[in-house]
């Protein structure tokens, strides 16, 4: 299997199952000598992990980090960070049932055919439970990106929508609701909802928008790593992705030009800020702010029709522990993926210019 690897100078590679004895991977081209906060990587863990409240999966995993190297009396050394976290609640036979079918939107038919071989046990390497080393990679870029400040949230819930510009929003009151929706009134309306939705047994999606600040100019590669493709294509890395739009997104088509265009300021700032912070691919000093759109979760703890490996209709029904909205649990993954790429640039921008 490919494609485990993200960045260029700061790189992640992941490894592990979701039923497997660890998940955990080896970060590459973090630079020496940062004072690492062992507790930040843990907490940022603690907002990803499972169980943390009645609208989310309820496996428990203490989802406890264990780095084996690249660290020496608390700073970075320059050689690659090692790391793992061991599962210890699960609970394979959950998955059983499922052994010899296909659930309808999962990777289950794909990677079969792909590889010739299925992990049925949660998903195995397709399992979201792999972003949370994505989420130790993350918090540890955040402690090299010390001026950057970035804040995700989740702005929509199905069709309800947190109708406020971020500029209004209070970034502190994030962790205060187990949404993770700065306004506490939204946050309450979305979290009955997610609970009603989980009563019928199915699952509902949502948004994530995420607000990047105080990023220095210059940061991106035109042509092919332009910021926000690379930006675009960490989100959609991401399980359960189905979309990605940066500064005035689609909302931008129904413009005109002379509407759309960010009038610059005498100090090189914008008056407006349509372009997200990015212009030819490039950071220009302006908030980077984007909505990650997640589906549905595909298990429904209802009963569907679907086929087995003998291409036979079979009815089945969904088991287990799962999210009934990911988009709660998610914030931090959308966080650490945009740190992750933030990271890397920084160290590319270092190559641009004496």
Partial sequence: MAGNTFGQLFKLTSFGESHGRAIGGVIDGCPAGIALDLEKIQS?????????????????????????????????????????????????????????????????????????????????????????????????????LTDVKINAFVSQVGEMKLEKDYKELDFSKIEANPVRCPDMETAARMEEYIKSIKKEGDTIGGVITCVIQNVPIGLGEPVFDKLHATLGGAMLSINAVKGFEYGSGFNGVTMKG???????????????????????????????????????????????????????????????RHDPCVVPRAVPIVEAMAAMVLADFVLLARTNKI
């Fill in 44 to 144: 940022e863990l603690n907002r990803r992990k499972p169980g943390q409240s009645a609208i989310v999966t309820q496996r428990k995993e203490p989802d406890t980090v264990e780095i084996y190297s690249g660290l020496f009396e608390g700073k970075t050394t320059g050689t690659p960070i090692g790391f793992a976290i061991h599962n210890t609640n699960q609970k394979s036979n959950d998955y059983s049932h499922i052994k010899d079918s296909y659930r309808p939107s999962h990777a289950d038919y794909v990677y079969d055919k792909k590889y010739g071989f299925r992990d049925y046990r949660g998903g195995g390497r397709s399992s979201a439970r792999e972003t949370a080393s994505r989420v130790v990679a993350g918090a540890i870029a955040k402690q090299f």
């Fill in 258 to 320: 002379s509407e759309h265009n960010d009038s610059y300021n005498s100090d090189g700032t914008t008056t407006t800020n349509l372009s997200g912070g990015i212009q030819g691919g490039i950071s220009n000093g302006m908030d980077i702010y984007f909505n990650v759109a997640f589906k549905p979760v595909a298990t429904v703890l209802q009963s569907y029709e679907t086929i087995n490996k003998e291409g036979e209709k079979v009815t089945t029904q969904g088991k287990g």
